[in-house]
């Protein structure tokens, strides 16, 4: 039996019931201090005691970033922060400093401490000093084959856990140590203030070779020498598992609320069809055709089987997907066949509506007719942002449901 952990961003309260709803085991969130994604709106302390109790009622995980590179100045409140965290029962912490390390484990000693990707792990040593230090689990460094991976589960007790990014963004830099966005904008990637710089399209040359342009492919847009392409392991669940990979982490705490639905649905259901069927869980094309509905760069399985050079995506920024979110499912009445929605992106009478949810109904198609809004009259172009409508459907969808719609 094959035992696994799918962990999933959120970077805000309602992203974090998008990911429970949709299949995650767990969740990963940043407080308003010490985390690496400032630009997220990120938990205050009275939501992260609240994301806990909800997470917990559900069975769930809830872990926090602390993993910025830490300075003298940030140390007089973390012994406080890591108490508040183990009071309210964070299930562990992500640390990369190794000092935040030790500060965490002396004044919360019955938190877990996870070592963050930024640590850099990357080789059986330094996997067993964090696991000699008291670390919970490792997240591996993105740069690692499955057999590099086996050969570090092997080196661990078996208490410690091991984590790798199994989908999303992946950074162009070392594990994601980037010095750009300071260089460019002087706001520290590694102290939270990430502006992705590596996505911005450039044009270089030679100093010295008397002002030729570097030969590369590009665009009308420009070239993208420094953008990556987008992680997407879904086709090798069961060699990551079989290599000792407990949780296999979606990166995304900055990204939007119909991307996280989609993606956590397909890896949820794709693992549920690999625990029932094993390996032949790959002949089903649905989880890769999801993938394909949100936006994304080209995919990458970067260096699960060795050395890449097909990581960088120089023929574009990102596709835009295939399908564009059209609406939340706020609540069905069964004895009306009525949903009430709430509209985030334009759609009208006339167009089919398609179904994202974790029940058997994903893909069912909903013709829009007999559209209301809150007094009842009709609404022919559902174009206000947020707009509360009733739409007629014998579809019985539940609460947090999404609607799509084909992208133009």
């Known amino acids: 039996m094959i035992n696994t952990e799918l962990l999933a961003p959120a970077g805000n309260f309602q992203k974090l019931k998008t990911a429970i709803y949709f299949g995650a085991d767990a969740v990963y969130v940043g407080g308003k201090n010490f985390s690496l994604r400032s630009f997220t709106d990120n938990f205050s302390d009275e939501e992260l005691s609240l994301a806990v109790k909800y997470c917990h009622e559900r069975d769930k995980k809830l872990y926090v970033t602390v993993n910025i590179y830490a300075k003298n100045s940030d140390f007089d409140k973390l012994p406080d922060y890591f108490r508040f965290l183990e009071s309210i029962g964070v299930d562990a912490v992500i640390v990369s400093d190794p000092g935040v390390f030790s500060v965490a484990r002396k004044s919360a000693p019955a938190l877990c401490v996870h070592v963050s990707t930024q640590a850099n792990t990357l080789n059986k040593y330094s996997a067993k000093f964090w696991a000699d230090q008291g670390a919970g689990r490792i997240i591996l460094a993105r740069e690692l084959s499955l057999d590099e991976i086996a050969e570090i589960r092997d080196f661990l007790p078996k208490t410690v856990e091991l984590e790798a990014f199994c989908h999303g963004a992946m950074c162009i830099a070392y594990s994601g140590r980037c010095l750009l966005s300071d260089y460019f904008s002087g706001r520290s990637s590694n102290r939270g203030e990430c502006v992705q710089a590596c996505r911005w399209n450039y044009s270089l040359r030679e100093k010295k070779s008397d002002g030729e342009w570097y030969d590369v492919s590009q665009d009308e847009r420009g070239t993208y020498v420094l953008n990556s392409k987008d992680l997407n392991m879904i086709s090798e669940l069961d060699k990551m598992a079989q290599a000792g990979v407990f949780s296999f982490k979606i990166e995304g705490r900055m990204k939007s609320e119909y991307y996280l639905a989609t993606v956590v649905n397909a890896y949820r259901r794709a693992f549920d069809a690999l625990k029932a069927r094993g390996s032949a869980y790959k002949d089903e094309t649905l989880y890769e055709k999801e993938l394909l509905n949100t936006n994304h760069r080209a995919f990458t399985k970067a260096y699960a089987f060795g050395n890449n050079s097909e990581t960088v995506n120089y023929d574009d920024s990102q596709s835009a997907g295939d399908?564009?979110?059209?609406?939340?499912?706020?609540?069905?009445?069964?004895?009306?066949?009525?949903?009430?929605?709430?509209?985030?992106?334009?759609?009208?009478?006339?167009?089919?509506?398609?179904?994202?949810?974790?029940?058997?109904?994903?893909?069912?198609?909903?013709?829009?007719?007999?559209?209301?809004?809150?007094?009842?009259?009709?609404?022919?172009?559902?174009?206000?942002?947020?707009?509360?409508?009733?739409?007629?459907?014998?579809?019985?969808?539940?609460?947090?449901?999404?609607?799509?719609?084909?992208?133009?």
Request: hydrophobic residues 40%; aromatic residues 8%.
């Open 323 to 408: 399908r564009t979110f059209a609406a939340v499912v706020l609540n069905y009445d069964i004895k009306t066949h009525t949903a009430e929605i709430e509209m985030r992106n334009r759609f009208a009478e006339g167009e089919v509506l398609e179904v994202l949810t974790p029940y058997s109904y994903l893909n069912a198609l909903i013709p829009v007719s007999g559209l209301k809004n809150e007094e009842g009259q009709p609404v022919s172009d559902a174009k206000f942002v947020q707009q509360k409508l009733y739409l007629k459907t014998d579809v019985e969808l539940h609460v947090g449901d999404i609607l799509r719609k084909n992208r133009p």
